[in-house]
């Protein structure tokens, strides 16, 4: 069973950095993709970051490259997201998803975590 538990959100000013969590607490980590996705109030749910089983695969939208970066620790089940340069266009809740497929959609993912909020200041 797939349960994923976000930590690491919070309140930063523009230009702050901070670093999402993401822990799996199932025995299927090391075989799934992760992934990030945020929700703006008023707004759909978007991607941020992939990246694949192994690690050697990662996909970014085109608002975070250069700034954020996905990482994973399959010995922790846990999966990371760097934010850097963060703005305050990247407020919104952040949700951590789980599936043996690697994509952008949502509709790739089977497994949620409860999503972590993070607000940039200006």
């Known amino acids: 069973q797939v349960q994923l538990l976000e930590s690491g959100g919070g309140l930063v000013q523009a230009g702050g950095s901070l670093r999402l969590s993401c822990a799996d607490s199932?025995?299927?980590?090391?075989?799934?993709?992760m992934a990030w996705f945020r929700q703006a109030p008023g707004k759909e749910r978007e991607f941020v970051a992939a990246i694949s089983w192994s690690g050697g695969s990662t996909d970014y939208t085109e608002s975070v490259k250069g700034r954020f970066t996905i990482s994973r620790d399959n010995a922790k089940n846990t999966v990371y997201l760097q934010m850097n340069s963060l703005k305050p266009e990247d407020t919104a809740v952040y949700y951590c998803?789980?599936?043996?497929?690697?994509?952008?959609?949502?509709?790739?993912?089977?497994?949620w975590g409860q999503g972590t909020r993070v607000t940039v200041s200006s």
């Open positions: 199932g025995n299927s980590f090391s075989v799934h993709a």
């Open positions: 998803a789980a599936d043996p497929r690697y994509g952008s959609s949502p509709r790739n993912y089977d497994y």
